[in-house]
């Protein structure tokens, strides 16, 4: 394909991709059954889209490629798990649940957010918790169904949280 036909259909890709993520946030409003349904289905397509279009206009056209920078690959912040955490002697799971429950609201937000959130609360009563162990107990929260999480919750930046919504299913 010649270039300037290739930049035309990257620029397109690069929009719908776009479109797509929006698509995400939509999606991620939605009860946990269609959440997770149409999730499956809108990363199907992203994951389509990339290798079946735009890798082989990169692999003819490799200048073509938006810089690393702005695909930030999803990473893990953190392992720590709930089970490996030591909160100080002041403050109770129940506590700090608590803690955690007061910051958190019904819209979707980052994991990492979240955490800075119940890191400044946890200042603001002079609690020593730090940002591993809040992503911690929220992923615990998470797995035990008292939120609601969508990805990989040790992926901060490539997360979120929220309050569970009892309407939804």
Known sequence: MN???AVRINDHLLDA???LDRARMAIAALGKTERIELGDWLNAIVGALEDKLLLPIYEQHPDLEPPLA?????TVTSELTWNDVQLPPSVTEQRFDEI???VME???RKTAM???????????LGLSID???????LKALSDSDRIEGIGDLRMWRHSEVRLKD????
């Open 100 to 102: 955690i429950f007061s």
């Open 114 to 124: 979240m955490a800075w959130l119940v890191v400044n609360r946890c200042k603001e």
């Open 17 to 19: 991709c776009e479109a």
């Open 166 to 169: 009892e309407t939804a299913d």
């Open 131 to 137: 940002d591993e162990m809040v992503a911690a107990r």
């Open 106 to 108: 019904r819209t979707w």
């Open 3 to 5: 270039r300037e036909r």
């Open 70 to 74: 702005d695909l930030e690959e999803p």
